[in-house]
Each structure stands twice: as C-alpha cells, then as structure tokens.
C-alpha cells in the first residue's frame, strides 16, 4: 500500500464500528465531572512552546525527546504533549483566576507525544483532565481523586489500584535530592544515559525511569515520606483520612513521582494488571507552584490525565458493558422507481420524529436488500412495491420477532401514525 495510504505509526482511526466505546467513555467523564461542579474547557491543539518548557519541564522526558514542534514564521510552536499547560494558560488569559475560586474544568483532548509505539502508547492519544484551581485544602485532593475513582466505578473498571504518594514542597525535596545524590553517586556508571544526566539536574526523575536495571538501583533508595516538612506531611495525613472516611482504599507507593516537573504534594496513578506495562490509565496530583511559575498570581492547583486509550483497552480486557451502538429503526425497501420518492418522503418523516430511517440508495434487488437490511441491524422494515402503494397498505416487519403488522401507505402522516403505535406495542410488550 503506497505510504500515503497508512495513518502515521502510533496513530488510531476509530471506525464506526468502535465509536460507541469512545461515546461510552466520552459520555461518563463527562458526566461525572459535571456531578462534581466542573465545566468543560477547550483549548487549542498547539501553544508556543515556551509554555510547556516553562510548566512541564526542561528535565522531562516529555520536553526534552517527546515534542512535536515546529517553526511556522519565525515562532515556535508545540502540538501539546498534555492539557494542563493550556488549560491553566487559558485560565491566566481569560482572567478565570480572578473569578470565585476554585476554578473547576475539564477537558477531553488530543496529546502528542513522539513515543516507541505499543499497546497502550500512542504518538497520538487521548486524555479526559480535570484542573482544579485555588483550593489548598486537602479535601480538594480527595475530590479530585474520588471523581477518577467514580468514573472508573461508573465503567465497571475492576482490578485498578490507586498508589498514593507525597512528593513534598521544594523545600522538603532539597534535601530528598540531595540523599538522592549521594544515594546513586557510587552507581552512577551503572545507570542508563537517561539517568546519568537525571542525577545531576532532577535526582528525584531517576526513580520513574522504566528500565530494570535502573530500578534494580533504585530499589533502595531513600524515600520521599522520610523528609517531608511539617506542613507538607500534615497535608499527606488529611488525605489520606478523608479517603479513608470515604472507603476509598489505596496502596502508599514513594516510588511514584509523576514524569512532569511542576508536581508537589499529593501525587498518585491509578494502576491495572490488566492491560500489560502501561497499567497507568489515570495520573495526577497537585501542582501549587505552576501558576505562579507560569507568571501568574500564587494560586494552588491540582487536576489529573485519564488516558482514554488506556481506559478503553482496559475495559475491553475487563469485558466491561458499553453503550449500544446505534442502530437503524426502520428500513424502508423501495422495489422500483415509483417507490423511491415515497421511500424518501416516509424516511425523513420518521427522521422528524426523531426515528433513525434509511431507504435503498443502490436500486438493489429484492433479496440483497433483505441482505443489506439484516447487516444493519434495522429493527423494522417495510417493503414498498407497487402493488402496496396502490392498496395504500403494507406491512411492517419486526425483524426481531418476525412478526407482520399492516401500515397504510397513502399518506406518510398515516404511516407514522401506524409505527409509532406498533413499536409502541412492541417495546411495552417487551418491557412488560
Ligand atoms: P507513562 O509513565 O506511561 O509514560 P506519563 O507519566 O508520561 O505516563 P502523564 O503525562 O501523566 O503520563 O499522562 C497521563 C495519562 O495519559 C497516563 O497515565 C496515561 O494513561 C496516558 N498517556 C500518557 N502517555 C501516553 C501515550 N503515549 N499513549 C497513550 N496514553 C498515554
Ligand atoms: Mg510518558
């Protein structure tokens, strides 16, 4: 196939066919979010660049191999590699912030990031996000972490372990880093490339490196929890006991520490056996430095990235439900053409009732538009011959049952008059 004829390694197309799983997820975050109070935002595709060196980080795997940027007329941009530093981006430039806090959205977005493509790593993927701005309180971790928690309930999610973890203040992790240092210091030959430069500019990333031997190393370094300051580790406590009032369980992992700079305090993933290495299918935690790091007023913040792929993968494994698809209702069968302006007369009919209609478009046969009727699904179907628009009447086929129940055809008012009785019938009999 010539290469023009490929979408780009680590791209998806969602057909048709898939579409309800994405609706299914896309309607549930959704919902969810806004049974919490937060409202959608969107934001553009790409930013100057600048802005994700500033927030995600210049030490970051994401800024430093993952952008994709490009140079259109003398600026550079980026396609966002994650929606938080557009969102609070925008948050800054529509003047939200001055507003009544928090600031409470979210978003449903493309990232980019140039990964190795595999299950569950797209160079294209997709992420549901929430940001919370201007709440310091640590009963904002525990709704921000209920909300990821609800969705994944909501789905049917199962087997998905929420890891928690604190990664203090800029002025606990001076002196984590610094044990850091001195803790991989004698290993540093040992380490990947990646690392080697980790530990002279952010000890602290070596710990979220994927290679084993890199974390065969790491195995027994210090901890994070061992040097949070008072304020940071009472902060960590609360939390903690409002997930537990909750009946939210969750494991304490030090190991987390999240691959983007602007991280402090609670950090946490929600993590799956089920769909390989990339278990990570929702991380976040909170971010009080990012705004006034950006240029902007000292506001606390906090939000996550649900990887829908992710997600969707999971719940496949899970065989969890999702919605239906779509279906035709009726299937209107001209046999020749003096029927088809009827067809299409009673099609859009139905269609104004909000009924899904459709009629032959290829002048098939009889039989390949039985055949091509059963291939869509339709739920019912009427034949329009000549000898049933002279009569002004027909039958209407329930392709479930089989039963036949007679319409008249004279007029499309009559007709619909009709359906909307039998599926009427049908659906209370099904239901009853
Ligand atoms: P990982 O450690 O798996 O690389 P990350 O720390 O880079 O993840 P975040 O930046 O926190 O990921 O993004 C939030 C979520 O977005 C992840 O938990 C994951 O579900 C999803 N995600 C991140 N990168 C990708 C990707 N390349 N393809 C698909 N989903 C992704
Ligand atoms: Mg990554």
Known sequence: MANYLKRPQGTEDVTPERIAK????????????????????????????????????????????????????????????????????AMLQNGMLAEALPQKVYYQ???????????????EFHQFGIEMAGAASPYADAEVILLAKTVLE???????VLNLNSIGCPKCRAAYQNALKAYFE???????????????????????????EDQAIAKDAPLILDYLCEECSAHFEAVKSALTGMGVEYVINPKIVRGLD????????FITTSIGAQGTVCAGGRYDGLIEQLGGQSVPALGFGMGLERLILTMEQQECAFMEQKKCDVYLAPMDDAAR??????????REMGVRAEFDLLDRSFK?????????????????????????????????????????????????????????????????
């Not at 909501?154 to 998905?160: A, F, K, Q, T, Y």
Request: with cysteine.
């Open 22 to 89: 994405w609706y299914t997820v896309e309607k549930v975050t959704r919902d969810v979010a806004e049974s919490f109070g937060f409202s959608e935002i969107r934001i553009p595709t790409f930013e100057v660049t600048e802005l994700f060196q500033r927030s995600v980080g210049e030490t970051t795997d994401v800024v430093q191999k993952e952008m994709y940027s490009v140079i259109a007329r003398e600026t550079q941009f980026t396609l966002r590699p994650e929606g938080t530093a557009g969102t609070i981006r």
């Open 109 to 123: 977005l493309s990232c980019f990031r140039h990964e190795r493509p595999q299950a569950g790593r797209l160079r």
């Open 154 to 160: 909501r789905l049917g999610v199962r087997d998905i």
């Open 186 to 212: 004698p290993h540093k030959a040992a380490l990947c490339e990646t690392c080697q430069e980790r530990l002279v500019r952010n000890p602290m990333r070596l710990l979220d490196c994927k290679s084993p």
């Open 262 to 269: 602007y991280y402090t305090k609670t950090v946490f993933e």
């Open 341 to 350: 302006p009827k067809a299409l007369q009673y099609a859009n009919a139905l």
């Open 368 to 432: 390949s538009q039985m055949k091509y009727a059963n291939k869509l699904g339709t739920r019912y179907l009427v034949v329009l011959g000549s000898n049933e628009l002279e009569q002004g009447s027909g039958q209407l086929k329930n392709m479930e049952t089989g039963k036949q129940s007679p319409v008249r055809l004279d007029s499309a008012a009559h007709f619909c008059e009709d359906y909307t009785e039998i599926s009427l019938t049908d659906s209370l009999g099904t239901i009853g």
